[in-house]
Each structure stands twice: as C-alpha cells, then as structure tokens.
C-alpha cells in the first residue's frame, strides 16, 4: 500500500461517525484494516463447518488439549525409573488437572435428568392469540427436552416418587424460547420466596443425608402439614402420576399461566399441557421399588432405547385460553395461583403444534447436563405474567447458572446456543467463546455506525418486530400479602380426588399409608390426618386405619366439586404401543413353530420382542434376548406363553435366589415368579399350545380380564395387542367398595 494512502493510527472505528445519532439500521461494521479474529475453529480444532463431527475428537492420534501428539500416556515422567516424578510433566499435570476438574455443582433440583433432541411443528392454530413465530403451520422448530427428577441427587435412581421436570428449549428463528415445567400442572407453593423451603424440606434430612430422592419422611411431612397450599401438589406426588411408567408416557404442563400477544397487539392468557401420544401411563408402586434396585437408570434406558429403536416419543402441545381480564380469573380460579388448575371440562385444551425426539445426544455432560433452562427465554408473542411463582423464578434461573456453570457465557455452551443472530452488547466474563468486533458495546452510539439497532414496533412484520412487554396497570402499596383468591387450598385437592377412578384412589391411600408410615413424629401425622380429613373423609379414615390412628373429623364443611375426566390416568385410549416391551417365554424342548411369527408381528406393530429362554445363545432359529436368570417381570409390559420349560439346570437357589420363589420342578420356579408378578401388576398374559399349561402351573386363572389363551400364536397375540393399549388390565382385581 502507498504510505500516504495508509489509515493513520488511532481512528477507533472502520468507518468515520456521522455527526448525528445514526438512524438507519445497518450490518455490524467490518474490523478495521490492522485488525483480525482468530480463525474460525471448533473446540477440537477442525475448521467451522455444518458438519456435526466437526466439533468432536478429531485425527487418530492421542494429544494434548492443544493438539500436540502424545507418545506415551502411562507413564509420568520421572527422575530415573524408581524416582520421584518431576513437576516439569506437562501432560501429566494437564491430565491430571482436567481430571479434577470435569465435574461441575449438580443443580440443586432436578439433578437427574435425561434429554433428547427433536423438532416441534406447528399447527397454524395459534395466530389468534400470538404472534410467534414457531406455531405457524407447518413450521418445524429443533428442539432439545430434559426430563428429570426433582429431589435425587445425580446418582439417585429413575424411578423414586417424585415430581418429573419437563423442559423444552426451542431454537427458533425468533431466539430461544424454554418451557420450563413439570408432569404436574400444580406446585407446591404461591409464592417464590418459599421454594428453598420446600426444598429443604424435601431434601434428606441434612443431619445424616437420609432418605435420597424420596418424600416419605418427616421434614417433608412437616412442612406439607403445616403449610397447607402444598396439599394438592402433595397429591399429585401420592398419585399414580408420581411413579411414571416412561418418560415417553407422561404428560408436560407449563405450570403458570403465561401472557401471549397476537399481531393486533391483544393480549390472552393461557396455560401450556403436553399430551403424550402414548397415553398416561404409570409404574405400580412394586415395580418401582424393584426396578430402583434392578435398573435404577430405567426411564432414561426406556428413552434412549426407544429412540434408537424408531418408536420417537410425541408429544401435543395445546393451551387453554383465558380472557385478559383485570381480575385475571376465570370462573373464580385464580389464574396467578400456580397451586391451581383450571379443569379441561370447563376451559379446554386447543392443539397448536406437536413434539417429536427422534435423536439422542451425543455427549451427556456437554448436552443433557450443560444445558441451561431459564424461563425468561422468551421470544416475541410470548410473555410472563405477575405470578409470584414465576417472578421469582425469573431471577433463579440465572443466578443458579453463573454458579454451575461458570459465569455469565452459559448460552455460548453449544447446547444452549441459539439459532437467531446475536447482537447483545454484553462483553467478556468467563468463558467468553465469542470475538466481538467494534468498540461501541453501548447504545446510543456513532462509532460502530449506531449498530445495533433497535427493533421495530410492527407485529406483523417478521423481519423487524420484537418482542412486547405487555402493557398492564401496576399500582399498588408495597406489602408481604397475597390476594384473598389463594387462601381456599383444599377444594381442587378435593376435585382431584374425586376425579381418580376407584383403583386410582386405592393407590393414593397406599402412597400416603407408605409415606406417613416412614414419619417417626407422631404430631406430623396426625397433622397430615387433619388436612386429608379436609380433602375426603374415606382417604382420611383408610390411611388413618393404615397408621393406627383415629381419623379426625373436617374442621370445615366440605365443597362439593364436579370430577374432571381428564385428571384420571385411565381416561381415554387405546393408546399406541410404540416401544413397548414384551416378552415371549419359550422352551427349548417344546413347539417352537408359531414364536417366528409371534416376534416378527411385536416387532412391526412397534413394540420391542424379547424372547426368553433357560439359557442364552439360540434356541432353533431364534436369539434369546433374556433368560430366566436375568429377566424381571418389570421390564416387560406383556408376557406371552409359547412353551411351558421345566426346571433349568441353573435354577437353584444357592445360584439365583428367584430360583426359590416356588418348589415346582414341572415349571421353571423363574418362570413362575414372571408369571406372578405380571398377574399382581395388572400387565397382559398370553398363552397357547403348551404355555397354557404353564399358566395352570403357575396358579393363573385363565378367566380373568388380561389374560388370554388360544391354540395359535397369532390369535393370542392380536387379542394382546389390542388389550395392551389400555397400558394394564385393572378390571381384573375388585375394587367394589374402594369408589
């Protein structure tokens, strides 16, 4: 370059600021001539591309974390073979150093979690309450959703009783938008400020860190007792909703009540509910048990194999629309009180899009466990309200973040990066991945050309609109109070249990008979007596009867309430067995002809076929997936009866305790206890040919709803299938007197 054509040094900017305040939107302005950025890497030093390998390992040599190739990684280097090791081991002390540091603080809540990736796409059924952008029809949105469980510890097990987080983060053209909720449309508390009580309370008992992931003791109970807005919360988690059958069988709930905006600038009030297609669908409360010590990482096994196996978990988003009003109620609910629903009979839910997880991530820290939810991730259309919940949670989110994560840049992480470009004006901090350009990070300015610009007021533009507080009267004194409408904390309580069916109720008073009778404080139950007395007398005076205590009377008259149909599990169906499991028990020495055929149908109605034999290998022209050694009726969800196998070598007690949960010799004693324990949980037995006769062995009447017998496989199976829609056959124990 000519000398006299070169910049002179010290001009702040590319391009000379006008005089004025710049008013016309333009692109960032390009670096000046002196000035570069590093090139453009990932993480493991491969040039950006679209490609997904690109940000993983990269070349076929062992390095260093700055690519240098490592020789030996076994040996510390040392000062003779028998010397001390010297401090100058570069790769030791890296290795060691990232080592020590690869953990980072579990959350607080929700430490245990599974995720998945999909895409949401939307119905077109939206535009008339908001503007945003991802409900257009046909739009298709990614996706990454966490499931978790709220009080266990990361190395807690699937299936305790518990609330179940379900949080969604939408990459939209717009920003990210988190929904951040839960399997219960309900919480525990009103009021923000309470939520480290709860948890404290919930958690175990800080003196000797007992019981983990559970409720069923006294701190818990205490609190529950005495602050009584938590009761209906409370029986949710006593509820079949509290032990989940699968993570792809739960439904997903906003929890508050959210503010939306549509292109005429009107506002509505609405609650999220996520249906899962799959139907509502729950453990027994022996299952759990069993499979908390068998398989303590079940719902995320369930979720990851499904998705492996094609059978990708969906999911309806819909919405209950309320007017705008002043009040905000509706028909006298109060829809700020985040411990009330609104029943679907009287506002019901409109379908505005669907959710599908058809990819598992590749990396569970840097995905499932980095990922960083908030719920004031918004994006235009959609808005908060003045839920004293929700406004509380609004500060935690972030502030839980800068610990965990390590400081300001956690959406620069790539799970939670955004797919909208990003002009924010926030600067440096921890683990700052980004090269800003420019040297005006503030506004109004003229250095860097008056960039960035602010959006326009036009809704219906999608190019420029932003995203819309919306306007609504605040006044008031400053007080600690909350409105007359939250005090009633027992009519939806009672509503919700007037809503279960009779079996449903019969495991509400197992779940509190269980948990009260883990309580060593005998003032907390009797506490907790008085508030079910409240509730229902017949749950007061069954779970009074379980803990030997008089079951008080109500302290008020109780409300009459109209059940909601669609608060019952058991509402509705079929569903689809998409990635079901069923398990097909054969014999070695018996008919084998009709299992090809029994298999090959599980397999293309979208369940998942496990045959079952005394030892593993083949059997004829079949893989055996499980034997009776490693098999447990609880990871099956239908048992069919192809054969009727003695005793095995291997069954004997001293090798396999399930070896003496019966003394038969004419059936396998492992094959007897499947058999029970599938009657006992309610799940779909089949039979024919020679496994009737197991059936007979095994005590298992054959007229009873659920099991089904014939003298072909296909004929058995069809009737199973249909019948394993309804998720179990409950109709075949009595419930008279339980409704």
Same mark, same amino acid.
């Given at each position: 370059?000519?000398?006299?054509?070169?910049?002179?040094?010290?001009?702040?900017?590319?391009?000379?600021?006008?005089?004025?305040?710049?008013?016309?939107?333009?692109?960032?302005?390009?670096?000046?001539?002196?000035?570069?950025?590093?090139?453009?890497?990932?993480?493991?030093?491969?040039?950006?591309?679209?490609?997904?390998?690109?940000?993983?390992?990269?070349?076929?040599?062992?390095?260093?974390?700055?690519?240098?190739?490592?020789?030996?990684?076994?040996?510390?280097?040392?000062?003779?073979?028998?010397?001390?090791?010297?401090?100058?081991?570069?790769?030791?002390?890296?290795?060691?150093?990232?080592?020590?540091?690869?953990?980072?603080?579990?959350?607080?809540?929700?430490?245990?979690?599974?995720?998945?990736?999909?895409?949401?796409?939307?119905?077109?059924?939206?535009?008339?309450?908001?503007?945003?952008?991802?409900?257009?029809?046909?739009?298709?949105?990614?996706?990454?959703?966490?499931?978790?469980?709220?009080?266990?510890?990361?190395?807690?097990?699937?299936?305790?009783?518990?609330?179940?987080?379900?949080?969604?983060?939408?990459?939209?053209?717009?920003?990210?938008?988190?929904?951040?909720?839960?399997?219960?449309?309900?919480?525990?508390?009103?009021?923000?400020?309470?939520?480290?009580?709860?948890?404290?309370?919930?958690?175990?008992?800080?003196?000797?860190?007992?019981?983990?992931?559970?409720?069923?003791?006294?701190?818990?109970?205490?609190?529950?007792?005495?602050?009584?807005?938590?009761?209906?919360?409370?029986?949710?988690?006593?509820?079949?909703?509290?032990?989940?059958?699968?993570?792809?069988?739960?439904?997903?709930?906003?929890?508050?009540?959210?503010?939306?905006?549509?292109?005429?600038?009107?506002?509505?009030?609405?609650?999220?509910?996520?249906?899962?297609?799959? @139907?509502?669908?729950?453990?027994?409360?022996?299952?759990?048990?069993?499979?908390?010590?068998?398989?303590?990482?079940?719902?995320?096994?369930?979720?990851?194999?499904?998705?492996?196996?094609?059978?990708?978990?969906?999911?309806?988003?819909?919405?209950?629309?309320?007017?705008?009003?002043?009040?905000?109620?509706?028909?006298?609910?109060?829809?700020?009180?985040?411990?009330?629903?609104?029943?679907?009979?009287?506002?019901?839910?409109?379908?505005?899009?669907?959710?599908?997880?058809?990819?598992?991530?590749?990396?569970?820290?840097?995905?499932?466990?980095?990922?960083?939810?908030?719920?004031?991730?918004?994006?235009?259309?959609?808005?908060?309200?003045?839920?004293?919940?929700?406004?509380?949670?609004?500060?935690?989110?972030?502030?839980?973040?800068?610990?965990?994560?390590?400081?300001?840049?956690?959406?620069?992480?790539?799970?939670?990066?955004?797919?909208?470009?990003?002009?924010?004006?926030?600067?440096?901090?921890?683990?700052?991945?980004?090269?800003?350009?420019?040297?005006?990070?503030?506004?109004?300015?003229?250095?860097?050309?008056?960039?960035?610009?602010?959006? @326009?007021?036009?809704?219906?533009?999608?190019?420029?609109?932003?995203?819309?507080?919306?306007?609504?009267?605040?006044?008031?004194?400053?007080?600690?109070?909350?409105?007359?409408?939250?005090?009633?904390?027992?009519?939806?309580?009672?509503?919700?249990?007037?809503?279960?069916?009779?079996?449903?109720?019969?495991?509400?008073?197992?779940?509190?008979?269980?948990?009260?009778?883990?309580?060593?404080?005998?003032?907390?139950?009797?506490?907790?007596?008085?508030?079910?007395?409240?509730?229902?007398?017949?749950?007061?005076?069954?779970?009074?009867?379980?803990?030997?205590?008089?079951?008080?009377?109500?302290?008020?008259?109780?409300?009459?309430?109209?059940?909601?149909?669609?608060?019952?599990?058991?509402?509705?169906?079929?569903?689809?067995?998409?990635?079901?499991?069923?398990?097909?028990?054969?014999?070695?020495?018996?008919?084998?002809?009709?299992?090809?055929?029994?298999?090959?149908?599980?397999?293309?109605? @979208?369940?998942?076929?496990?045959?079952?034999?005394?030892?593993?290998?083949?059997?004829?022209?079949?893989?055996?997936?499980?034997?009776?050694?490693?098999?447990?009726?609880?990871?099956?969800?239908?048992?069919?009866?192809?054969?009727?196998?003695?005793?095995?070598?291997?069954?004997?007690?001293?090798?396999?305790?399930?070896?003496?949960?019966?003394?038969?010799?004419?059936?396998?004693?492992?094959?007897?206890?499947?058999?029970?324990?599938?009657?006992?949980?309610?799940?779909?037995?089949?039979?024919?040919?020679?496994?009737?006769?197991?059936?007979?062995?095994?005590?298992?009447?054959?007229?009873?709803?659920?099991?089904?017998?014939?003298?072909?496989?296909?004929?058995?199976?069809?009737?199973?299938?249909?019948?394993?829609?309804?998720?179990?056959?409950?109709?075949?124990?009595?419930?008279?007197?339980?409704?």
């Amino acid at each position: 370059m000519d000398p006299k054509q070169a910049p002179l040094p010290g001009a702040p900017s590319a391009v000379p600021p006008s005089l004025a305040e710049p008013t016309e939107p333009v692109e960032p302005l390009p670096p000046k001539p002196d000035q570069a950025t590093p090139d453009t890497r990932t993480p493991t030093g491969a040039p950006a591309s679209d490609d997904p390998r690109s940000a993983g390992q990269q070349g076929r040599w062992l390095t260093t974390s700055t690519g240098t190739r490592l020789g030996d990684t076994d040996h510390s280097l040392k000062a003779g073979e028998r010397g001390p090791t010297l401090l100058q081991d570069h790769h030791l002390r890296e290795k060691i150093t990232h080592f020590d540091h690869e953990r980072i603080p579990e959350r607080v809540v929700h430490a245990r979690g599974a995720g998945a990736h999909g895409y949401f796409e939307g119905y077109g059924t939206a535009a008339s309450v908001t503007f945003a952008g991802l409900f257009a029809e046909g739009k298709r949105t990614p996706v990454f959703v966490r499931f978790s469980t709220v009080l266990g510890s990361r190395g807690s097990a699937d299936t305790v009783r518990d609330t179940r987080g379900f949080a969604t983060k939408f990459y939209t053209d717009e920003g990210v938008w988190d929904l951040v909720g839960n399997n219960m449309p309900v919480f525990f508390i009103q009021d923000g400020i309470k939520f480290p009580d709860i948890i404290h309370a919930g958690k175990p008992h800080p003196d000797r860190e007992i019981p983990q992931a559970q409720s069923a003791h006294d701190t818990f109970w205490d609190f529950v007792s005495l602050h009584t807005e938590a009761q209906h919360h409370a029986l949710w988690n006593m509820s079949d909703r509290g032990i989940p059958r699968s993570l792809r069988m739960m439904e997903g709930f906003g929890v508050h009540t959210f503010r939306l905006t549509n292109e005429a600038g009107e506002t509505s009030l609405v609650k999220f509910h996520w249906k899962p297609r799959l @139907g509502i669908h729950s453990l027994t409360w022996e299952e759990a048990q069993l499979i908390g010590g068998l398989d303590p990482d079940f719902h995320r096994r369930d979720l990851a194999d499904a998705i492996e196996a094609d059978a990708h978990p969906e999911w309806e988003l819909g919405i209950q629309v309320f007017e705008d009003t002043d009040d905000q109620l509706f028909l006298g609910i109060d829809l700020l009180d985040p411990t009330k629903l609104v029943p679907e009979e009287l506002a019901p839910v409109q379908p505005i899009g669907r959710m599908v997880l058809d990819r598992n991530p590749t990396n569970y820290f840097a995905e499932t466990e980095q990922v960083a939810f908030h719920v004031g991730h918004l994006v235009p259309g959609i808005d908060v309200t003045d839920d004293p919940l929700i406004q509380a949670r609004l500060f935690s989110y972030v502030d839980t973040q800068l610990t965990r994560l390590g400081g300001p840049n956690f959406n620069q992480i790539p799970v939670n990066r955004t797919h909208a470009p990003v002009n924010d004006m926030l600067r440096d901090g921890f683990h700052q991945h980004a090269v800003h350009a420019g040297v005006a990070p503030y506004h109004p300015n003229s250095l860097d050309g008056g960039c960035p610009f602010m959006a @326009g007021a036009d809704l219906s533009d999608e190019q420029t609109r932003a995203f819309v507080d919306a306007a609504r009267n605040v006044a008031g004194s400053k007080v600690r109070a909350q409105p007359a409408t939250f005090d009633d904390h027992f009519t939806q309580p009672r509503l919700f249990w007037a809503s279960m069916s009779p079996v449903e109720q019969e495991h509400i008073i197992r779940s509190y008979s269980f948990e009260l009778g883990k309580c060593y404080e005998q003032a907390i139950k009797e506490r907790q007596l008085q508030a079910l007395a409240q509730i229902d007398p017949r749950l007061c005076s069954e779970v009074a009867t379980a803990l030997g205590l008089p079951a008080p009377e109500p302290s008020d008259t109780l409300p009459d309430v109209t059940p909601s149909h669609a608060l019952s599990q058991l509402a509705g169906g079929p569903w689809p067995g998409d990635g079901r499991v069923v398990g097909i028990v054969v014999d070695p020495d018996g008919d084998l002809a009709d299992v090809a055929e029994v298999r090959s149908t599980v397999r293309s109605s @979208g369940m998942v076929p496990l045959v079952i034999a005394p030892h593993g290998g083949t059997v004829g022209d079949l893989d055996v997936q499980r034997t009776f050694a490693t098999v447990r009726s609880v990871e099956l969800d239908a048992v069919l009866l192809a054969g009727s196998p003695v005793a095995a070598r291997d069954a004997l007690p001293v090798r396999d305790a399930k070896a003496g949960a019966a003394r038969t010799t004419t059936l396998d004693p492992r094959v007897v206890l499947l058999l029970e324990e599938a009657y006992r949980h309610a799940k779909v037995i089949g039979a024919w040919g020679e496994g009737v006769r197991a059936l007979a062995v095994a005590g298992i009447p054959e007229d009873v709803p659920g099991v089904v017998t014939g003298s072909a496989g296909i004929g058995v199976l069809d009737e199973v299938l249909a019948l394993s829609g309804m998720h179990r056959a409950w109709d075949r124990f009595v419930t008279s007197g339980l409704a």
